[in-house]
């Protein structure tokens, strides 16, 4: 139960930020109006940068390779996509409801990726031990 523990937890926290991806390719203008909204400018690459933090990230927590790298790119871009965002404490109380559920739903997956970043990916991931170990105990080798 171990090795599937941190992978499990890997495919899990992965799913949100698919459909995020998925979100940006097939709904670009949608998403670009929702940071417009929020007063975000330039838009085009704030979006396209999102998009690729969001589908790299997937795959190097996926398949573990530079994992707690990406973990702590992905932890850092979800707080900004958090606060700027779903800033619930900006709005009426009547309409903070759904934001604040999206924030915090979000800082709870904001902690999962800090996890990893911190613990590693476990047994199960490609291995990239250059600078990892600059990030904190790694549990790979851990049985």
């Not at 707080?79 to 739903?105: I, R």
Request: charged fraction near 10%; glycine fraction near 10%; hydrophobic fraction near 60%.
């Amino acid at each position: 139960m171990k090795p599937l523990a941190p992978f499990a937890a890997r495919v899990l926290i992965s799913l949100i930020f698919v459909q995020g991806a998925l979100g940006k390719i097939f709904g670009w203008s949608g998403q670009a109006a929702y940071m417009r909204s929020h007063g975000l400018k330039p838009i085009a690459p704030l979006l396209a940068a999102a998009l690729v933090i969001e589908a790299v990230g997937v795959l190097c927590l996926l398949t573990g390779f530079a994992a707690r790298f990406a973990a702590m790119v992905m932890f850092v871009y979800l707080v900004l996509v958090s606060v700027l965002l779903h800033d619930f404490w900006a709005v009426p109380a009547a309409s903070a409801g759904m934001l604040q559920t999206e924030f915090m739903k979000n800082m709870g997956i904001a902690g999962g990726l800090l996890l990893l970043a911190a613990y590693g990916p476990g047994r199960w991931a490609l291995s990239m031990r250059v600078n990892e170990s600059d990030l904190g105990p790694d549990v790979t080798s851990s049985a």
